[in-house]
């Protein structure tokens, strides 16, 4: 799935505008074709054997929040307590996360949150590139169903499969078009900012960027059900940090491989 073509002003795209594959919301049918779709999706990673990671886990952890979300939060992979509870962030850094939100007035349930893979590693240990690679598939698929405006990477995991080429510490809190009226932000993980005040300034500093984001996600949507433009004098998504899509180190959407070419930074 390339979605690194449109030369579009993400926000802006109107749903016409969009792929025909690309579902508009204006319908209850649609509505509720998601809803059926998301759950069968979720059934079917709770029963997943793809990988060795279906051999040391509790609970798969599929993802939770709206399926109508316009920002999704795609982290590593469950850590104890979500593979305890079978949901994801729920442990200390869910906790942080939530907090976090929560002080920007934007509250959990309001958005979708899910992971690269959806089983615990043992250990916590890194996932593996086959791991990752087996479980793509479901991440692609939610963000499909979920069509979020707005995808925010926490941790260098999920960093790459839409910064393949990112380091974290260079390109946290960017907003980047990748296409179909979407952007995506790279933001340390909130285990990393638990750990380091400097990563965990960055991090709240960065999440600061998300409610007008989203006011301006919303808003592009409710034009783009009307079939309407934009409004005129809606600011523009992340300035000044913006990259139009196109220019140099613009990201794939969702490569398939992991990138070994991405820095490693301990950072996540
Ligand atoms: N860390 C993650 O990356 N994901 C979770 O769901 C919990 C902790
Ligand atoms: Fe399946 Fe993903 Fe779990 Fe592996 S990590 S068993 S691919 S759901």
Redesign the pocket.
Known sequence: MDESASQEEPLDTPADGRDTDDRERDGRDDEQDVIEQMHALEAE?RR???????RT?TH?V?GEGDYRAVVMFVGE?PGYEEDRQGRPFVGRSGQFLTETLARLGIRREEVYITNV???RPPENRD?QPD?LE??A??LERQVALINPRIIVTLGRFSMRRWFPNGTITKIHGQVRNIGRGRVAMAMFHPAAALRNPRWREAFEKDMQKLPPLIERARKANAAARRGEALPAGVPHPGDPDYEPAGQAGHPAEMPTENDESASATSAQ
């Not at 997943?48 to 279906?54: I, M, T, V, Y």
């Open positions: 990673v997943c054997q793809r990988c060795r990671l279906a886990r798969a599929p992979g893979v959806k089983c996932p791991e087996a479980c598939d479901y």
